[in-house]
């Protein structure tokens, strides 16, 4: 395939732009001096581009993908409490766990002691070690219960 100035640049710019780590060299050219471009041809050569591979590795994108966590819903019951939901065999297994229960649903909750029947509420159905230890130790750190019907302005470990 013969090649102009022009066609020549634009195979060095796509090797380059795609990563392909090659160069144009004439087919003459000493392929151990791949990488290097001839831009005068000698006598007997016929300008001709061709793709050389070089010693630089080829860099490959690295893609991490993390999958959607997975999420379950808990229809609240009249008496209900986060306490007791977390508690549950088929959302979290373990009571102390609320603290998760509650973060998932700042949006719907303003007051982990103040929920309502018939609110539905999310919860990651396989939480890390990490958010099961940070969320044991939050509980363990609540203050104890004290009634109250409207929301506090303040929550003591969420502020």
């Not at 791949?34 to 005068?40: D, F, I, K, L, R």
């Not at 590795?57 to 009249?78: H, L, N, Q, R």
């Not at 019907?149 to 502020?159: A, F, G, N, Q, V």
């Amino acid at each position: 395939m013969k090649m102009n100035p022009i066609t020549s640049g634009i195979c060095i710019a796509l090797g380059m732009a795609l990563g392909a780590g090659c160069a144009c060299a004439t087919p003459a050219q000493d392929q151990s001096k791949a990488g290097a471009v001839t831009s005068e041809p000698t006598a007997e050569q016929t300008p001709v581009a061709t793709m050389v591979p070089t010693d630089v590795p080829t860099p490959v994108p690295v893609v991490m993908v993390t999958p959607a966590a997975e999420w379950g819903t808990y229809s609240v019951a009249s008496g209900d409490t986060l306490w007791s939901i977390a508690g549950k065999s088929d959302v979290l297994g373990d009571s102390m766990l609320w603290p998760i229960l509650f973060k998932a649903n700042r949006d719907e909750i303003a007051d982990p002691d103040l929920i309502q029947a018939d609110q539905v509420l999310k919860y990651p159905s396989n939480p890390s070690t990490a958010q099961k230890d940070e969320a044991i130790r939050e509980a363990e750190e609540t203050p104890p219960y004290v009634q109250h019907t409207e929301p506090r302005k303040s929550l003591p470990m969420y502020d």
